[in-house]
């Protein structure tokens, strides 16, 4: 059958009929701001100017008539002062002058045309009493100037004969002025009301406008919907089972249009997917997730080796041998299992990459891609702080683990923690690759994690990530080491925990410590050891004090020399 309208016409025609309204409408609504806009202005650049016109005509007047006031006062006194009336004088002159401007300004204003409708009679009326207030105040002011000169020349009986009449003019006028200000103020009123009921119409427009595109709109998509789209729609409800992880969908192919083949296309689509997450899933339990989606599943793409500061971490079970000796291998396995699972999440939880199992230890590393170049090293510390929490879970879970309900082992451990150059990428041969890191910064890691054993610590970092965390954690300074296949010397730290977060005693454990090595560095024994010997009344069991109270001995008998520099070389890994 052929076609009689594509889905493109009809989309195409709704759009041309939707946009013809919208102009229609959108004329109407134009004609209407324009008209409500020419109201607006009507009112702030005639009527409001003409209210506050007519409004200091008024207040002009009033202010002549009491300069005239003023000097017939003085006049009267009989011994008028000059500054008086000479003051009262200049003010009757600067007041007629505004009044006159005024005056001006008002008739001016009345004979403005802005091309909106007025009230031609009321306007007629406003414009015959200004002419009517500028003649009055013509003989006003030649009543008040006779007035005066009766009463310089002390005529009072005269003048206040002419008084009177004068006091009549006076109230006619002002009555004049009230007359003109109401004219004014209901020409205002009424341009307000008509700008308001353009504006409630523009209002009443707008609202019609919309509701008529959009009602319009959505009849006809919805009849093009129920004809068209429900194909479409098993396609979004097949996308969304996806999307929530159901990788088993598998839609029919009823037509072979562009539908059936984006369906076709969808279904190939969600078989790829279900194989690279079957990829994913298994090699997930060996490698790290994120080295699986950025290695093993990047078809055709090799990740070559790339120089970047990061940081590296050696985590290592304590007793492990002596733990194997009480334990059947199924239970050895369910402990090391439990124990890898715990330190995996720690290290996953701060966006850490597990890069291998090396018997008990753990080596893992933080960097770019997979963390910014500021925050590896705070990341790695916070880590090592949540994998020595993880000690306390598998501890208690010990007993059930292993089967022992008395006599359950004690379970330590060592980290070591190093930042600097390494290179990273994937290193192998052509046939064995992984994703990994090499470099010296590595071997001091696995150094520092050695080390702990020989100062009695847990968790012990490199001067580099000390550099990188200071201001996130609390650290003491334990040592210059010189380690096994090394040749330049390291500062090594013990990280004690968050910064803020430590008791008063490791406070001063940590300023005793200090001021013992520094004794220590200058050769002053005695002061170091008993600094060291406070460090040992704060916490007794303080594994650096005790190994620095350990080399005083030796040092007494066979002094270092002048040329010490306080670097302690070690002869284990």
């Keep these: 059958m052929p076609m009689k309208h594509s889905i493109a016409t009809k989309i195409f025609g709704l759009a041309v009929l939707l946009l013809c309204l919208t102009i229609a409408l959108g004329g109407i609504l134009l004609w209407h701001v324009t008209e409500l806009n020419?109201?607006?202005r009507e009112i702030a650049t005639r009527l409001m100017p003409l209210s506050s016109s007519l409004a200091d005509v008024n207040e002009y007047g009033l202010r002549r008539?009491?300069?005239?006031?003023?000097?017939y006062g003085a006049y009267l006194s009989g011994s008028p002062g000059a500054d008086v009336v000479a003051e009262a004088a200049k003010n009757y002159q600067l007041f007629t002058e505004k009044s006159n401007a005024e005056i001006a300004r008002a008739r001016q204003l009345l004979d403005m045309h802005s091309g909106v409708e007025r009230n031609q009679e009321r306007e007629s009326e406003i414009r015959t009493l200004l002419n009517q207030i500028e003649k009055t105040y013509l003989i006003i002011m030649a009543r008040q100037q006779e007035v005066l000169v009766l009463a310089q020349a002390g005529r009072q009986e005269r003048a206040e004969f002419i008084r009177p009449m004068l006091s009549d003019l006076q109230r006619n006028t002002q009555a004049a002025r009230q007359q003109m200000q109401d004219d004014t103020a209901i020409l205002a009123g009424e341009a307000v009301a008509t700008a308001a009921g353009r504006q409630a119409s523009v209002v009443r427009l707008t609202v019609a406008t919309t509701a008529t595109a959009v009602l319009l709109g959505l009849v006809m998509a919805w009849m093009i919907t129920r004809r068209l789209v429900d194909p479409v729609w098993r396609l979004v409800a097949g996308m969304k089972s996806v999307e929530g992880g159901n990788l088993n969908v598998e839609l029919p192919v009823r037509s072979r249009d562009e539908v059936g083949q984006l369906t076709h296309s969808f279904n190939f689509f969600v078989r790829e997917l279900r194989s690279k997450e079957e990829i994913k899933q298994t090699f997930g339990k060996f490698v790290d997730p994120r080295i699986v989606e950025r290695v093993l599943l990047q078809a055709g793409r090799e990740v070559l080796g790339d120089r970047r500061v990061m940081t590296v971490s050696f985590s290592d079970m304590v007793g492990f041998t002596a733990l194997g000796e009480h334990l059947t291998p199924s239970a050895m396995v369910k402990v090391l299992n439990r124990y890898f699972t715990l330190q995996a999440e720690a290290v996953q939880n701060h966006r850490g990459v597990i890069d291998k199992f090396i018997g008990d230890a753990v080596m893992a590393f933080w960097g770019p891609p997979f963390t910014t170049e500021q925050e590896h090293a705070v990341l790695a510390c916070t880590s090592a702080l949540d994998q020595m929490k993880s000690l306390m879970t598998l501890q208690a879970e010990l007993a059930e683990l292993t089967g022992l309900r008395k006599d359950a082992p004690k379970i330590e451990m060592r980290i070591g923690i190093s930042t600097g150059d390494l290179v990273v990428g994937t290193i192998g041969s052509e046939n064995a690759r992984s994703y990994t890191v090499i470099g010296d910064t590595v071997n001091l890691g696995s150094r520092l994690e050695g080390a702990n054993r020989v100062y009695g610590t847990r968790i012990l970092i490199s001067e580099a990530t000390w550099d990188h965390v200071g201001r996130h954690f609390a650290a003491r300074e334990i040592d210059s080491i010189l380690v096994k296949?090394?040749?330049?010397?390291?500062?090594?730290?013990?990280l004690l925990g968050p910064e803020g977060s430590l008791?008063?005693?490791t406070l001063r454990l940590r300023d005793r410590?200090?001021?013992?090595?520094?004794?220590?560095?200058?050769?002053?024994?005695?002061c170091a050891e008993n600094a060291f010997l406070e460090c040992l009344?704060?916490?007794?069991d303080d594994g650096p004090a005790q190994v620095f109270l350990s080399r005083f001995r030796h040092l007494r008998e066979k002094p270092p020399g002048d040329s010490w520099n306080g670097i302690w070389e070690l002869d284990s890994k």
């Design 485 to 494: 296949g090394k040749s330049e010397p390291a500062k090594v730290f013990e």
């Design 537 to 540: 009344k704060i916490r007794p």
């Design 513 to 526: 410590f200090a001021a013992g090595l520094g004794a220590y560095r200058s050769q002053n024994w005695d």
């Design 38 to 40: 020419r109201d607006l």
């Design 65 to 71: 008539r009491l300069a005239f006031e003023r000097m």
């Design 503 to 505: 008791p008063d005693s």
